[in-house]
């Protein structure tokens, strides 16, 4: 049964992806946040070494993050409470997360995966970034303000 | 179309089955055994290129090491460890040896990377690998690090060289390690599905193996069950002996013999067999052999069925391990072949024995009385005045007459003696160690219980017989015996029936005569020693000639010309008269056609034919008429029968069946003349009924009407009647011309005689015909 999953997971995936590609496509039709029934949709594209947030700035409350991972390394995305600079583990590579309160995560998968996290947020700024090793540091963060 | 179904036996159908059971085993175990190793192949290379990305990570570690270490003046190569990673990056990513590492391992031969994400990674790393190696070499060469191009789109905001070089060497340990794993996850994929493949294949082999092997179960269960009911449908017995005892029977044994298959299995088939054909059985069943027996079997209701049996020997058959037996019930077929057997040596009528079982059972008599000295006897028995009875009871009456006499025969003879039926009403009889006293008494004995009367179709009758006795010591042939029997008792017949005459030498003689000629006539009509003359007839009022008689004539190369009163008593007493009397009517024709085709005689010609009285009734005359005058084209008028009073008056059955011929015959056109007329008993009143156109007044009244006045008023009469009937009259035997001036003053129609002509072949009768009748000359008038 786990070995039929597995064999389902692409194929779910691949289905997911059409999907949020259609909510993708009539979201950006229309000008500013768009409103979605999980709430407000915020796309979020990862390539190496690069995070784009469409759009920015959403009013608060229920958001819809749909992160699309472009590759071609394996990325995830961490979304925290702004603030002046992101404390990093010893190894002064990655976001020490451990000190952080994550609002949002969406799991790290490689090229080609769609995830996505339905958050409720108060407003302020949150930052979104990749603590795959040395990501964060090669550019993989962006700024999402809410209210 | 619809598929003919056809016959095809298991070992054929059982073996293409079970070869295609083989082949789906082989052909999905090489499926899933090459897929195996083409997926295991692949691991390798995976499990190869894995190694090698991971070997990256180290490099990568290494190299920024080596060029701190550099930084400090230390004797590294950070280049040579740059060079390791840029080949080995490129020959992942497009194949080819990557590079050994110093006292690590060899070289690597790698095939180019599949699959988009892999190949994005390792582009990527490749591109961090540059990115990486570039900084250090700028560090190493105290170049501005922030000048350095990055080609992996890393933004690297710090300035630090060595910062810079942590973060490019984290990056592409990151990236090395994701490809890794992207890589060792394509691998679980392919395991996974070859895992998924075999377990298809292998449900699909499995299936398929089901499927046939169910195929080959249901054709061997329909197959077994044809057999099955072909043995035990058959009505043939099938039976499998072995060593202890009958070990197989088939169904058919309760149809054959009512016996069960419980009765019969173990020894219990031999309590039903035979005694006599036991020991047939009991061989078949040990040594297989002989390959046809036929043995008796006793079934329900006591009765012994013989069953032919066909021995097969299948003891070294490992599924059988007997010996087979196929039999089949002959009891009909025996019995008709005793029936016939018995038909073969017996009598049908009387159920006596035959001539050729007398034969043999003389044969066998005069063997044994050879080697005793005891007598033996043969008696041969002529019923007198059988043919009377015969004709003037019916032959049903005759036949019955016949059976009574067999088993008064028997009820006279000792069991041990032997009574049998020639055929006709001739019996033989077979007296063992007898005296010549006995033998005779017993002979009397016989022709005494013969003279009692025996009551046939509600008449009695009384017969008495004619018996040859031979006495003989052994030493001698039964042909020879037999034919002295014979031979003593014409002797009987001839000194006044109704007696018995034991053989002596002398009687030989005479008898042989009449036997000798009986076979020289027979010869004679296949050597064709048999001619006819012909004698003319001639209407007296106009001195022609209107008809001719075919009188017969044998020309014997023993005894030269041979006289017809010599041979014809002979021929009509054996019956050859019938096939004698064919050959004249044919040969007449023939020639009447002859005569007519040649224009040498009149329309209204005749040629007359004499015909016996045992020719009619029933002995095929008529027949043998209509067919010559389908050969010869002659009509029926042109042909005449000549028969004697006595055949035409006869009594009886033959008589009507004699009359009633002639009468079919008349009806037809066939000219009836009564031969020899006046010298018969009949009357001529009788002739009035009878179909008749002309009579033939006896030559012995024609000679007498010249000098015996009774004669000569006989003579009138008859033809003053004759004419009275509306008859022809004939004169036979005119040989002076008083005789014919008589005959014309009577006013007689014909005349035959020698006065006119004598009986001559044909072809001088020719000359005659053509020339027309001779003067009548009283000269020729010889005796």
């Given at each position: 049964m786990k070995t039929v999953m597995r064999q389902l997971t692409p194929w779910l995936g691949r289905l997911s992806v059409v999907t949020l590609t259609v909510l993708l496509a009539s979201a950006c039709s229309a000008s500013g946040p768009t409103a979605v029934a999980g709430g407000t949709l915020v796309h979020v594209s990862e390539r190496d070494f690069h995070i784009a947030v469409t759009p920015n700035h959403v009013p608060a409350g229920d958001v819809l993050v749909v992160m699309r991972n472009h590759g071609p390394d394996t990325h995830e995305l961490i979304m925290v409470r702004s603030r002046s600079r992101l404390p990093l583990r010893r190894d002064g590579l990655?976001?020490?997360?451990?000190v952080l309160s994550a609002v949002g995560l969406v799991e790290g998968a490689g090229p080609g995966h769609v995830g996505q996290a339905r958050l409720h947020l108060a407003p302020g700024r949150y930052e979104l970034f990749c603590n795959m090793a040395g990501h964060f540091m090669a550019g993989m963060h962006a700024e999402l303000v809410v209210g | 179309m619809l598929r003919r179904l056809e016959f095809r036996p298991l070992a054929a159908r059982g073996r293409r089955t079970i070869a295609a059971i083989l082949v789906t085993f082989a052909f999905f175990s090489a499926l899933t055994l090459t897929l195996s190793i083409w997926t295991t192949k692949g691991s390798q290379h995976r499990a190869t290129v894995v190694e090698v990305a991971a070997r990256q990570r180290t490099l990568a570690e290494r190299y920024v090491s080596e060029v701190l270490l550099a930084r400090r003046g230390a004797r590294v190569d950070p280049g040579n460890t740059a060079a390791i990673l840029a080949r080995s990056g490129d020959a992942l990513l497009n194949g080819g040896t990557a590079p050994s590492v110093w006292g690590d391992d060899d070289e690597t031969k790698l095939t180019a990377a599949t699959g988009g994400n892999v190949r994005g990674q390792l582009k990527q790393e490749r591109r961090l690998v540059a990115d990486l190696t570039a900084t250090g070499s700028a560090f190493l060469a105290n170049r501005s690090v922030t000048d350095v191009p990055l080609t992996a789109h890393e933004h690297l905001s710090m300035t630090n060289p060595v910062g810079r070089l942590r973060v490019a060497r984290g990056v592409d340990l990151d990236v090395s390690l994701n490809a890794a794993r992207t890589i060792a996850i394509a691998d679980d994929h392919a395991v996974n599905h070859l895992i998924v493949v075999q377990a298809v294949l292998g449900a699909l082999g499995l299936f398929v193996s089901l499927l046939l092997g169910w195929a080959l179960i249901a054709a061997t269960r329909r197959q077994t069950a044809h057999f099955r009911s072909l043995v035990t449908s058959s009505t043939d017995l099938v039976l499998v002996l072995g060593a202890d005892g009958c070990r197989y029977v088939s169904e058919s044994v309760t149809a054959m013999a009512g016996r069960t298959e419980a009765e019969m299995l173990g020894h219990g088939f031999e309590a039903f067999v035979h005694s006599n054909d036991g020991a047939a059985v009991r061989e078949a069943s040990a040594r297989g052999r002989p390959r046809e027996i036929v043995f008796r079997l006793r079934n329900q209701s006591g009765e012994w069925r013989h069953l032919e049996a066909h021995v097969t020997d299948l003891r070294q058959d490992k599924s059988v391990r007997g010996v087979v037996l196929n039999a089949r019930d002959v009891t009909e077929r025996i019995e008709l072949e005793e029936q016939l057997t018995h038909q073969a040596f017996h009598d049908n009528l009387t159920g006596l024995p035959n001539r050729a079982l007398f034969r043999d059972r003389l044969d066998q008599a005069l063997a044994r009385a050879e080697r005793s000295d005891r007598l033996l006897a043969v008696l041969l028995v002529d019923l007198d005045g059988f043919k009377q009875v015969n004709d003037s009871l019916g032959h049903d009456a005759g036949d019955q007459l016949l059976q009574e006499i067999g088993r008064r025969f028997r009820s006279v003879v000792r069991a041990s003696d032997t009574v049998a039926r020639f055929g006709g009403d001739e019996f033989a009889l077979l007296l063992e160690e007898v005296t010549e006293h006995e033998a005779v008494t017993l002979t009397q004995r016989l022709l005494d219980r013969l003279a009692a009367p025996v009551t046939i179709a509600g008449r009695p009758v009384a017969l008495g017989a004619s018996v040859g006795v031979v006495l003989h010591s052994g030493s001698g042939q039964s042909e020879e015996l037999v034919r002295d029997a014979d031979v003593a008792m014409y002797a009987a017949k001839d000194a006044g029936r109704g007696r018995y005459e034991i053989f002596c030498?002398?009687?030989?003689?005479d008898v042989g005569e009449l036997l000798g000629i009986e076979h020289e006539l027979r010869l004679g009509l296949q050597r064709g020693e048999f001619s006819l003359d012909y004698q003319p007839e001639i209407?007296?009022?106009?001195?022609?000639?209107v008809g001719a008689e075919a009188l017969l004539r044998w020309h014997s190369?023993?005894?030269?010309?041979?006289p017809p009163g010599r041979f014809i008593p002979i021929a009509e007493t054996t019956g050859l008269i019938v096939p004698l009397g064919e050959f004249v009517v044919r040969q007449a024709c023939a020639q009447a056609a002859e005569w007519r085709g040649a224009g040498l005689v009149p329309e209204s010609f005749v040629t007359w034919v004499n015909v016996s009285a045992?020719?009619?009734?029933?002995?095929g005359l008529d027949k043998v008429i209509q067919r010559a005058f389908e050969e010869t084209?002659?009509?029926?008028?042109a042909l005449g029968l000549e028969v004697t009073e006595t055949a035409v008056v006869e009594q009886g059955v033959a008589g009507d069946r004699a009359r009633a011929e002639l009468k079919l015959l008349h009806e037809q056109g066939v000219r009836i003349a009564i031969d020899d007329f006046g010298t018969g008993f009949s009357s001529l009143g009788q002739l009035r009924h009878f179909p008749i156109d002309m009579i033939k007044v006896d030559y012995s009244f024609v000679q007498g009407a010249m000098h015996d006045a009774k004669d000569a008023a006989i003579t009138a009469n008859l033809i003053n009647l004759a004419h009275a009937l509306g008859l022809v009259a004939v004169a036979e035997g005119i040989e002076s011309a008083g005789q014919l001036t008589s005959m014309q003053s009577f006013g007689c129609d014909l005349g035959q005689g020698y006065l006119f002509a004598r009986p001559m072949p044909a072809e001088k009768l020719n000359n005659l015909l053509a020339h027309g009748a001779p003067e009548f000359a009283p000269d020729e008038a010889v005796a």
């Open positions: 990655t976001v020490d997360e451990d | 030498p002398e009687m030989a003689k209407e007296l009022e106009t001195a022609t000639i190369p023993t005894r030269g010309l041979v045992k020719q009619l009734g029933g002995n084209g002659l009509p029926p008028g």
